[in-house]
Structures are given as C-alpha cells and as structure tokens.
C-alpha cells in the first residue's frame, strides 16, 4: 500500500513558472535595449542578439516545464483541455486564461521568428509582430500576479516589483528616447512610470489579489472525505479497504486497509498524505463504526507528532462513498 502523488511536480510547476518569467523579463530588456540602437562598449550588438534568441529558447523550455507538471500533479485541477483553451479553467480563469493567452503568443513569435529566417516573411512585418512580445510579457505579469499560490510571499513580491518596474521604465525611456524629448524628460519620466508600475503591482499583490496561506501539514481541520470502499473476501479471513481524498481546508489523500476474520479484525494499516507537501502520516485504525460506515485512526508524522484521525461518511452506493467527512485532530 503507498500513495503515488509527489510533491516534485507541485515544486516544479512552479519554479518553472518564476524562471519563465524572469527570463522574460530579461529577454524584453534586451529587446529594447537592441531596438534604441544604443551602442554598450563591452557588449557589441552580435554578442546581444545571441543572448536574447538563446532567453527566448529558454522561456520556451521553462514554459515547457511549468505546463507539463501541472498537467501531471494531481494536486493541481487542471485537464488537458483547461490547460490549451484560455479562460475555462474551474481555478481562477481569468488568471489562468492569461497565462495561457500569454505562451500561446509565445509560441506565434517563435513560427514567426522561424518563417523571418527563411526569408518567408519580410523584415516589417516581422517586427510588427515582434511588438507582441510586450502582450507576452503583460499576459505574463498579470498572470503571475492573480493565479500564483506564492504572489503574496516577498520574495516574489520583489521578482514581480523589479520586473514591471524596469519593464514599464525602460520602455517609457524608450519612447521618449525616439521622440528625443529633452535630457530631463528622459531622467524624470521613465523613473515615473517605473515607481507608478510598482506601486500598482504593490497595491494589487497585498490587497485584492493577496493570497490566503493555508496551514503547511495541518494537525486539525476537517475536509469532505470521497473516495472508494472495496472488499476482497477469502476463505477465512478478508481484506477491506478505504481509499480516498480530502477536500477543504487542508487536501490529503487517506487509505485505510484492515485484515479481517469473520469475527475480529486480525490487523489495520492507515496512511493519510498531506497534498502539496508529501508529508505522511502512518499508522493503524483503532476503532472501525458498527455500522461500518467510518472509523476512527491513529498516525504518527516523521518527527514523532501523532494525529488522531476520524472518517465517517453517509453511505456508500456501490464502492463509491457519499456524504463523507475526514477529521484530523492531536
């Protein structure tokens, strides 16, 4: 008996995500950078072109990552379809659609960067389209900022902060600099509208889009319990099995096996795995309900902490439960 989930792909999915979008951050600087002409003494323009299409590859690759263990974590709900279709994931869809729009677009200006150096495309509409990286990057940010579990948490805080600000800076900067707006304009504005995009992005993360943490391994809480109840009946002796997740405030996937003769139970095992964590809580069943419609466990974590933990559900049609319920209590 074991349960499968990791919590790799849940660590994965979302370093892929931040690395992503630095990267992008990174990319769209040098863009600009290259398209204002300004000469850098240590850094020729060859030299920076190279760097920006290999950041590019590299988006594409953590992108890459960031879907692909989402789409395999089952702590994450997310299909196949809500994970190509913007806008119809049953978590946060909005947020998520933009993510999606956002690697989508991406994946435009690669064919599009593919079919320029076949001399498919001319120069001007190529860089037409090239202007859509800043919706890239846009679709980005606001994705980052309304769908990740970490948007609140001051490390990302700073990430997001330092990239809309030098983003938002660097292309005020940029315009004005084609306009060629005065030596003092150029000093005053950019760094305007890079404090502006901030503060924004600031308002936003700690206010309507601020995250709410749940407790990391909770030792109480109650979830909805569903799952499966199967039985396998031998000669003298049988085996009953209760496999299931809890759904709430802390998610956990529980099974409970008891070996049984006709009159006794001869022996329990129980595990309940935290979700995203891993962690685990092993033990055995003390108590199984005269109804057998629940049972009672306890377990003990890896550093020694018990748990007591109660399941009780209404009935159960077939082998699937109903009305179910998951206590965990110390």
């Known amino acids: 008996m074991h349960l499968t989930s990791s919590p790799i792909d849940w660590y994965a999915a979302r370093a892929g995500g931040v690395v992503a979008y630095v990267l992008l951050t990174g990319a769209v600087l040098l863009g600009l950078t290259m398209s204002s002409r300004r000469r850098l003494e240590r850094w020729p323009r060859i030299a920076l072109e190279d760097v920006h299409r290999f950041a590019g590859l590299l988006v594409g690759a953590f992108i890459g990552l960031h879907v692909v263990t989402i789409a395999i974590d089952s702590y994450l709900p997310f299909s196949p379809t809500s994970l190509v279709v913007p806008f119809v994931s049953q978590y946060r869809p909005a947020w998520v659609g933009l993510g999606i729009v956002a690697?989508?677009?991406?994946?435009?200006?690669?064919?599009?960067?593919?079919?320029?150096?076949?001399?498919?495309?001319?120069?001007?509409?190529?860089?037409?389209?090239?202007?859509?990286?800043?919706?890239?990057?846009?679709?980005?940010?606001?994705?980052?900022?309304?769908?990740?579990?970490?948007?609140?948490?001051?490390?990302?805080?700073?990430?997001?902060?330092?990239?809309?600000?030098?983003?938002?800076?660097?292309?005020?900067?940029?315009?004005?600099?084609?306009?060629?707006?005065?030596?003092?304009?150029?000093?005053?504005?950019?760094?305007?509208?890079?404090?502006?995009?901030?503060?924004?992005?600031?308002?936003?993360?700690?206010?309507?889009?601020?995250?709410?943490?749940?407790?990391?391994?909770?030792?109480?809480?109650?979830?909805?319990?569903?799952?499966?109840?199967?039985?396998?009946?031998?000669?003298?002796?049988?085996?009953?099995?209760?496999?299931?997740?809890?759904?709430?405030?802390?998610?956990?996937?529980?099974?409970?096996?008891?070996?049984?003769?006709?009159?006794?139970?001869?022996?329990?095992e129980f595990q309940m795995e935290y979700l995203p964590s891993g962690a685990t809580c092993r033990g055995a069943v003390e108590h199984v309900d005269s109804d057998g419609l629940g049972f009672r466990a306890r377990c003990r974590m890896r550093d020694g902490k018990a748990r007591t933990v109660t399941a009780r559900w209404d009935a159960a049609e077939g082998s699937t439960l109903q009305g179910g319920t998951i206590t965990s209590t110390t």
């Not at 997001?160 to 315009?175: C, I, M, P, Q």
């Not at 319990?225 to 396998?232: A, H, K, P, V, Y």
């Open 103 to 268: 690697a989508e677009l991406l994946l435009a200006l690669a064919l599009a960067n593919r079919l320029r150096n076949r001399r498919r495309v001319s120069h001007r509409t190529w860089r037409r389209t090239h202007y859509l990286n800043f919706g890239v990057w846009g679709a980005a940010s606001l994705h980052g900022l309304g769908s990740g579990t970490d948007r609140s948490t001051p490390w990302l805080l700073a990430i997001e902060l330092a990239s809309v600000a030098a983003v938002l800076g660097f292309t005020v900067w940029r315009v004005l600099r084609a306009r060629e707006r005065s030596r003092g304009a150029l000093v005053g504005f950019p760094a305007l509208a890079a404090a502006l995009a901030a503060g924004a992005v600031l308002v936003l993360a700690t206010g309507p889009l601020r995250t709410h943490h749940r407790t990391w391994n909770a030792a109480r809480f109650t979830d909805a319990l569903d799952g499966r109840l199967l039985s396998q009946d031998g000669a003298t002796r049988g085996i009953v099995s209760m496999a299931g997740q809890g759904r709430g405030a802390q998610r956990v996937l529980v099974r409970a096996d008891l070996l049984v003769a006709p009159s006794k139970v001869l022996d329990t």
